[in-house]
Each structure stands twice: as structure tokens, then as C-alpha cells.
Nanobody, 116 residues
Framework: QVQLVESGGGLVQAGGSLRVSCAVS????????MYWHRQAPGKQRELVAS???????KYADSVKDRFTISRDNTKNMLYLQMNNLKPEDTAVYYCNADSVDWGPIWGQGTQVTVSS
């Protein structure tokens, strides 16, 4: 199995920065792609960023040039550095992984709130 635990959410003013983290444990070698998604109140969950094992990265247009996804394979961690945050970035942020053995795995989410 694969377990994902997010941390690092919180309250920040617009224009500020925050980094959310995701600790990965279990069958980490079965993971080929990792993602950050977010879900705002009353809205559908949306993909924010993805990173493959080879380091290929993609971002949603709404966060491009503000957010940076990265992974530290030595620490089994996934990160999302968020800069120049806007109130519309307020959401629960979820780490998830595609495992070739276990399918899609989700963390429990961490709340990010951006005040105007």
C-alpha cells in the first residue's frame, strides 16, 4: 500500500507564500506520477500540478509562474511551494499518487486559506 500525509496548510495574507508538504510511505516504488489537487468550497476538485518520476512537470494555468511542485526522493516527500497567493487559491489541497499496484491514492488534505 501507499500512504500520503499532507501538512503545512494555514492562513496567509494575499501576496504571501506557503509551502505544503506530502509525506509518502509504503510501496513508493510503485508510484509513477504524483499530483497536487485542490478543492474550494462549492467547487469541483481541480488539478494544480503534477510531476512524474522522470521529473516532467505540468501546472494548471491558474497557478503557473506562482506555484512550484517538487519532490525529494531521498526523504520521500512531495512539496508545493505557493507564492503570490490570491484569495481564489483558498481550498483544501490534496496530495495524490498513481500507483501501478494500488491505483490512485489520496491524502486527507490540508486547508489553505488566503485572506484579502
Amino acid at each position: 500500500q501507499v500512504q500520503l500525509v499532507e501538512s503545512g496548510g494555514g492562513l496567509v495574507q494575499a501576496g504571501g507564500s506557503l509551502r505544503v508538504s506530502c509525506a509518502v510511505s509504503g510501496s513508493i516504488f510503485s508510484i509513477n506520477v504524483m499530483y497536487w489537487h485542490r478543492q474550494a468550497p462549492g467547487k469541483q476538485r481541480e488539478l494544480v500540478a503534477s510531476i512524474t518520476t522522470s521529473g516532467k512537470i505540468k501546472y494548471a494555468d491558474s497557478v503557473k509562474d506562482r506555484f512550484t511542485i517538487s519532490r525529494d526522493n531521498t526523504k520521500n516527500m512531495l512539496y508545493l511551494q505557493m507564492n503570490n497567493l490570491k484569495p481564489e487559491d483558498t481550498a483544501v489541497y490534496y496530495c495524490n499518487a498513481d500507483s501501478v499496484d494500488w491505483g490512485p491514492i489520496w491524502g486527507q488534505g490540508t486547508q489553505v486559506t488566503v485572506s484579502s
